[in-house]
């Protein structure tokens, strides 16, 4: 058994490969010097910086599972306390998500008409016949355009970096599509489940699911994947990108950039849908086609180091959205060093933004110098900072988030026949059912469990 891919997503399927068939002879390839994809941790100057994802929430017990079966119970934090205190970007000020009913109705995140018509959800139109909706769209028809645009749009470019009228909500948020379809309603869903989570004595989330704290290690995400590396370093090849995969009687050949070359009779494809894509152009066009056919969004993170004495305002919270309609280039800012310990020096600040998304493709094109200029001006604007930052890190991917535009489901139905057809090769990744890391994990579990 060959797994092509070495982020979350490769190594998951790998430990589960070896967890439930131990026999199995399994080897990992992975194109680049290093393992991890997206995930990643730089330590400079007493600053720990995180290339890309900085948490997962602990509602997935899988995940758990996988630290503890890593060893790595004891290295995990959890996020501060102060990490319900999130802002949007409205008018130039920032205001507060409210996170109970009362609030909502008292804060000036939205007009009062906005506010009344989100009240109104439960009386919303539903939907007639089976449509892939878009998120906007269904936001729209159930609280209204005011908070489509200003509560919906930055959550989806929060999570996404995506637009919510190209991002089909079954394939994206699956449970408000079930919560409709159930109750009829998001409201009567919410406390229903909250009534349900209470018998339980246990904790309810809001409209995005069964709630979850977030989650990471000391010193870092890449913890996890220093965590692999240690227990299955013997079966890990890095600096072998694949490049070619055959067939030929039930046997699949595969061969790397550095002229090496295995066989296997089953493959698992870990590898960003793109690449996956690129691989399997001898094996068939329908499957190539569909796995090109997922697109991207790029995105950049920037992470600033700062003095605290150098910001204005109080950055304690997770921090803040900016919706499309506010004409920033700035998608939002990550008060990291609120969040978890150990990311900034004593007295200083890590603030963590997001420049890109798909409404945003040429933010790629930009300097160094004017993306981070572009940045601390933006952030200088609404939280108050003097000065220069004192530490600057960028970490920039190209094909950085999948979007699961609408017909993403469709197109998953296509790709899942043809894996059929071919039989004994399998994808998992970010590209497909999930993007999170919870995500990741649950689908490279399936897998495993799927093989024989
Ligand atoms: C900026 C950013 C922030 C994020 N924040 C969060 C967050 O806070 N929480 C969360 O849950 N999720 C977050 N995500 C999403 C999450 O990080 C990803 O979905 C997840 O890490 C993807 O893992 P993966 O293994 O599927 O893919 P990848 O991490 O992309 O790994 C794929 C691997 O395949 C290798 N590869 C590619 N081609 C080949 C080839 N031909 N042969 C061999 N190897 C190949 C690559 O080098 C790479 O190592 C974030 C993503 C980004 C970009």
């Not at 319900?84 to 205001?95: A, V």
């Not at 200083?348 to 493709?361: A, E, I, N, T, Y």
Request: glycine share 10%; net charge negative.
């Amino acid at each position: 058994m060959v797994i092509l891919g070495g982020g979350i997503s490769g190594l998951t399927a790998l430990h589960y490969v070896r967890k439930l068939h131990p026999d199995c002879s399994v080897a990992l390839f992975e194109a680049a010097d290093r393992l991890g994809g997206t995930i990643g941790t730089d330590q400079i100057d007493g600053y720990s910086f995180d290339w890309g994802p900085n948490g997962f929430l602990d509602r997935e017990p899988l995940t758990l599972e996988l630290c503890n079966d890593l060893g790595l119970s004891d290295d995990i934090e959890r996020a501060n306390g102060s990490v319900s205190n999130r802002f949007i970007l409205r008018g130039n000020r920032l205001r507060p998500v409210p996170m109970s009913s009362p609030k909502f109705f008292t804060s000036d995140i939205l007009s009062i008409p906005g506010r009344l018509r989100v009240m109104m959800e439960p009386f919303s139109v539903s939907r007639s016949d089976y449509v892939d909706e878009s998120i906007y769209d269904f936001g729209k028809r159930r609280i209204g355009k005011e908070a489509a645009d200003y509560l919906i749009q930055p959550m989806v470019s929060g999570v996404y970096g995506g637009i919510a009228e190209r991002l089909s909500l079954q394939s994206c948020f699956p449970i408000m599509r079930e919560m409709e379809d159930q109750y009829g309603s998001l409201f009567k869903a919410m406390i229903s489940k909250a009534r349900e989570a209470r018998k339980k004595g246990k904790k309810s989330g809001g409209p995005s699911g069964p709630g979850g704290w977030l989650t990471s290690f000391h010193g870092g995400l890449y913890k996890l994947i220093e965590g692999f590396h240690e227990h299955y370093s013997e079966l890990i090849n890095v600096y072998h990108k694949a490049v070619k995969i055959e067939k030929s009687d039930s046997v699949y050949r595969i061969e790397f950039e550095n002229g090496n070359s295995v066989e296997s009779n089953k493959i698992i494809l870990a590898t960003p849908s793109n690449s996956a894509a690129e691989l399997v152009t001898s094996l068939s066009s329908e499957l190539t086609e569909a796995l090109a056919s997922i697109e991207y969004a790029p995105i950049s993170v920037i992470c600033l180091g700062y003095d605290a004495s150098q910001i204005e305002d109080s950055v304690d919270g997770f921090g803040f959205l900016v919706p499309k309609l506010e004409g920033r280039r700035l998608l939002g800012s990550i008060w990291t060093s609120s969040i978890f310990s150990e990311r900034a020096p004593e007295g200083k600040v890590q603030l963590r933004c997001m420049v890109g998304g798909d409404g945003d493709h040429e933010s790629m094109d930009l300097s160094d110098t004017d993306l981070t200029s572009i940045v601390t001006r933006e952030l200088s604007e609404v939280i108050g900072i003097s000065g220069e930052p004192e530490l600057v890190k960028l970490y920039r991917w190209k094909f950085g988030i999948p979007q699961f535009k609408v017909g993403h489901a469709d197109r998953m139905l296509r790709i899942e026949n043809e894996l059929k057809t071919l039989r004994n090769i399998f994808v998992t990744g970010n590209a497909y059912y999930g993007i999170g890391l919870n995500d990741c994990v649950k689908q490279s579990f399936k897998i495993a469990h799927s093989l024989f």
